[in-house]
């Protein structure tokens, strides 16, 4: 090979070891979220936030191990359930609500003041009202958003809400005082 001819395949190459060092492009970052997707994420959030601060109170207020425990997989569960939804919500640049809204306060407030039975009742009976409340709102996200983590997120969530209003029902049953037939 001529010295030429090392010019020239030099001068042929050089353009594709310039290629293989360019740096590649960044991904494309997610579409924007729709509002129904971010209506969503805010109440999903607020939800989680609301179910995990009242569950943390049963610890200390409540008197059946049952509703404890069921506490404690609350906690669990909706701690869990928050840290994915805070990963899709970063992956869009978005933030979850820091704070419960008013009425949650002043709910999380009175329960505070409760316990051993009286709280068992009022927390049973908050959680059964809050995972009725919660279960439409993933069926929607669930049936037409729009962002596919989302959507596999409400699909995912749906049987852990689905399975802790069956745990509050079973809860608020067996906690009810029964009267005798006469």
């Known amino acids: 090979m001529t010295k030429h001819d090392r010019w020239m395949l030099f001068a042929a190459l050089l353009p594709l070891a310039a290629c293989a060092t360019a740096p590649k492009p ?26 995990i601060a009242t569950a943390k109170l049963a610890a200390t207020q409540a008197r059946n191990p049952h509703v404890k425990d069921f506490a404690a997989r609350l906690v669990s569960d909706h701690t869990a359930s928050q840290d994915r939804l805070k990963a899709i919500a970063d992956r869009h640049g ?3 609500p820091a704070d419960l809204n008013t009425d949650e306060e002043h709910v999380l407030d009175s329960l505070k003041a409760e316990k051993g039975r009286t709280f068992d009742r009022d927390f049973t009976a908050l959680q059964i009202a809050g995972h009725n409340d919660a279960a439409p709102l993933f069926q929607a996200e669930a049936a037409s ?10 699909i995912d969530m749906q049987a ?11 809860l ?9 037939h006469h």
């Open 94 to 96: 978005t933030t979850l």
């Open 26 to 51: 960044a991904p494309a970052p997610p579409p924007a979220l729709t509002e129904t997707d971010a209506t969503f994420i805010e109440k999903a959030a607020r939800s989680n936030d609301f179910i």
């Open 172 to 180: 608020g049953q067996h906690g009810h005082h029964r009267r005798p």
């Open 160 to 170: 852990a809400v689905h399975s802790h209003l069956d745990m509050a029902r079973t």
């Open 145 to 154: 958003g729009s962002d596919p983590a989302l959507k596999t997120y409400a």
